[in-house]
């Protein structure tokens, strides 16, 4: 994501990455990913995928706070 972000504004990324301590020595629960995404009758779904979604963010921020 920071990749995607770094191409669509034209700038490096100040990156500070932390480790947990707990996931190092195992004490964590480990994350279950999933594929599954809310939809039926909720009406919510995916309409973009991740690069498309942050290309329009983009936008839309730079161009709410330059007006």
């Given at each position: ?24 020595t ?11 995404w ?24 730079v ?5």
């Amino acid at each position: 994501m920071a990749g995607i972000l770094e191409d669509l504004l034209g700038r490096k990324a100040k990156m500070n990455v932390v480790t947990l301590r707990a996931c190092r020595t195992r004490t964590c629960p480990s994350p279950k990913p999933t594929s599954a995404w809310p939809t039926g009758t909720s009406g919510i779904g995916r309409r973009h995928d991740l690069a498309t979604g942050l290309r329009k963010f983009v936008k839309w921020y730079v161009e709410s706070t330059t007006a």
